[in-house]
């Protein structure tokens, strides 16, 4: 009678681990994902861009600065494995006010995780941005460009991959239009004017999408 209480006992016991390791609040291993956050702010007065993550099981509020060179906002996040995670990004211009916010609550894995993507939606009558957050980031050079119907129709772009280390990696980008009445580009990334406006020019790699900006004038 004392053995089966015993055995009992033990059953129980080891069923209380199981529902508290299982309910997908925290990763049993501690483990950590590392993000790579990439927003193109061309056209935009953004001077800073701040991303905090917050979750029931994160006592204190990460927050990182990602830091912006030539119009493009990139760096990393490292967030604890786990579910409800919510990560907002907020921009700022010059004078400390805020012109953009966004936020997105997913699961994290530890390692890699699928590109996810964070639309910002402006606060003071800017352009709306968009980040992606993944295992990579894609960089477009120059992030915008000035084209004229009676001057110069054609710039050339690049684009470079790194990885959520900063470390480059090889790949192929495809390349893509978001108005091709503005603007057209071909497989190297070279932009021809074709109307008056502005438009946006996508690299993407592995889900992951890097832009320029464009805009032809009359």
Known sequence: MVRSRMYLSVALALLM????C??????PTGGKATLAISVNLSGTLVAMVVADVSAPDIPTM????????????????????????????????AGGIETHNGSVTVTIQAGTNPTMAI???????????????????????????????????????????KDSNGNPTTGVVRWATHNPGV????????????????TSISAV??????????TVAP
């Not at 681990?17 to 508290?20: A, D, E, L, M, T």
């Not at 299982?22 to 990763?27: E, I, P, Q, S």
């Not at 990334?189 to 109307?195: D, F, R, S, Y």
């Open 22 to 27: 299982g309910d997908g609040t925290v990763d």
């Open 119 to 161: 639309v910002l939606t402006p606060l003071t009558g800017n352009v709306p941005i968009t980040a992606t957050l993944g295992s990579f980031v894609v960089t477009v050079t120059p992030p915008s460009a000035n084209l004229s119907i009676a001057g110069t129709l054609t710039v050339q772009l690049s684009a470079t991959i």
């Open 62 to 93: 990460l927050v990182f600065n990602i830091p912006i060179a030539n119009g493009v906002a990139a760096g990393t996040i490292t967030v604890p494995a786990g579910s409800n995670r919510t990560i907002t990004l907020r921009a700022y211009d």
């Open 205 to 214: 790699f592995q889900g992951v999408t890097g832009t320029a900006t464009i």
């Open 183 to 198: 603007a057209t580009v071909d497989g190297t990334g070279l932009v021809t004017g074709t109307g008056v406006g502005t």
């Open 17 to 20: 681990v199981q529902i508290s």
